[in-house]
């Protein structure tokens, strides 16, 4: 099993850890089990200066590893972890973010476009063009007046080699104010967004907020393979959703995979919806949520400002939705809860505290990586060293859970219910 997380950010991006540097991903990567992170921000100059300084090509895979592997004292230094030894070494994919904000058909669009490119040297080209239309250094995921039909023309203009492409994924597309099909911004289509170039669209990143069976009730979105990451602003988050395949990809098989061209994508590990910050409508000023009927008797008004509820990523997916049950896919999930977050409803103290870091450190040594033992370490394995907790991971993985919507950019809560 393979694992990647393709969107992350750096410290360059506005509102992320100040420690995030390519040590600080890479050492979060070995604890949680991601073997392929995103660069993150390789639109900035001075995050692809450090790429470029400490960052080498593997020609075998296509992707980029550090040049100097992480070690056990680096995890300890990045992520507080006493690790026994490091299991693998990480790999990067060249990845950033733009945010396009423009006006189409007479309406102001915002959507999030994460693009990726093979090389150092084709990132560089993109940049060049790039910076002739908006500030590039003012933060890691660049805010510019562009349609995001002219910056994937500008991103498949900028290929360098035929068999090395340059790719554009949808970020996020129901969140609601910045992706395709967000309820404040988006579009209708994918062809209202991207007109005849719509075919270059082969996957979409659908967000924390939702899960395949909510998209596959759609059938605009039954060509496009559905993809998530973390889209993390800390290594903490890292992994939160990931993609999983069958075995180690290429930076060309990987693209395949999502182009259906091949079986190596199995599929992806995903937030409980539920839990995301824009599933269910709502106005977190007035501490009001609701789901998409009780919404509607209330006209999508709040009742107690009297303003327009925010409306959340369930209401909009029904909205499309053309199919009573969700078409049924080769491409596999699942659904976990955090380690930590499991831990501190196990232990009643906050995800945060020394005591729930102590056991976290102690599980990482004994049963692998965060990742491994929500997924694929022995229940029976995991009961020889706290019972509880595997009764607790037992039902996360059976989905019997308790959940506690999120909206209106507050998180929701899921719970674990052990029968």
């Known amino acids: 099993m393979f694992r990647a997380d393709l969107h ?3 410290r360059f991006s506005r509102a992320t850890s100040k420690n995030l540097t390519l ?6 990567a070995c604890i949680k089990g991601i073997q392929l992170l995103g660069t993150g921000d390789i639109t900035h100059p001075k995050w692809l200066e450090e790429i470029s300084d400490q960052l080498h090509y593997n020609e075998h895979t296509g992707f980029y590893q550090l040049k100097n592997p992480v070690t056990p004292r680096d995890i300890l230094e990045q992520t507080n972890i006493h690790a026994d030894e490091v299991r693998f070494q990480p790999q990067f994919i060249l ?19 994460i693009i990726f490119v093979p090389t150092i040297d084709a990132a560089k080209k993109i940049n060049a063009k790039l910076a002739k239309i908006g500030n590039l250094t003012a933060d890691g995921r660049p805010v510019l007046g562009l349609d995001a039909k002219i910056l994937l023309e500008i991103i498949l203009s900028a290929a360098q080699h035929s068999e090395l492409q340059n790719y554009l994924i949808p970020a996020h597309i129901w969140t609601p104010w910045f992706s395709v099909f967000g309820s404040k911004s988006g579009f209708n289509s994918l062809e209202e967004c991207f007109e005849d170039l719509t075919p ?7 967000g924390l907020s939702s899960d395949p069976p909510m998209n596959r009730l759609w059938s605009h979105l039954d060509s496009c393979t559905l993809i998530s990451n973390s889209d993390a602003h800390s290594g903490e988050n890292l992994g939160r959703e990931v993609n999983i395949f069958h075995a180690a990809p290429t930076y060309q098989s990987l693209f395949g995979a999502f182009k259906k061209k091949n079986n190596l994508f199995y599929g992806t590990v995903e937030f409980y919806p539920e839990e995301g910050k824009y599933f269910a409508d709502g106005h977190r000023n007035c501490n009001i949520y609701f789901l998409p009927e009780e919404s509607k008797r209330h006209h999508n008004i709040c009742p107690v400002c009297g303003k327009p509820l925010t409306i959340g990523v369930l209401n909009r997916v029904k909205e499309l939705a053309d199919r009573e049950t969700p078409l049924l896919t ?5 659904s976990c809860i955090p380690l930590k977050e499991i831990l501190s409803e196990l232990l009643q103290r906050g995800v945060k505290s ?7 450190e102690k599980l990482i040594n004994l049963l ?21 907790l595997a009764k607790a991971v037992h039902a996360t993985r059976a989905k019997s859970v308790q959940k506690i919507y999120g909206y ?10 052990i029968s």
């Open 23 to 28: 040590r600080n991903l890479a050492s979060f």
């Open 330 to 334: 080769k491409q596999q999930f699942e």
């Open 368 to 388: 692998g990586s965060e990742l491994d033992i929500l997924q694929n370490v022995p229940i029976q394995q995991i009961a020889e060293i706290n019972v509880p």
């Open 95 to 113: 990845q950033g973010e733009v945010s396009c904000i423009y006006k189409k058909n007479g309406v102001t669009r915002k959507n999030h476009q």
């Open 200 to 206: 270059e669209i082969f996957a979409l990143e659908t």
């Open 354 to 360: 020394k005591q729930i870091h102590a056991h976290y």
């Open 408 to 417: 209106d950019g507050e998180y929701g809560k899921i719970k674990f219910v």
């Open 8 to 10: 992350i950010h750096s």
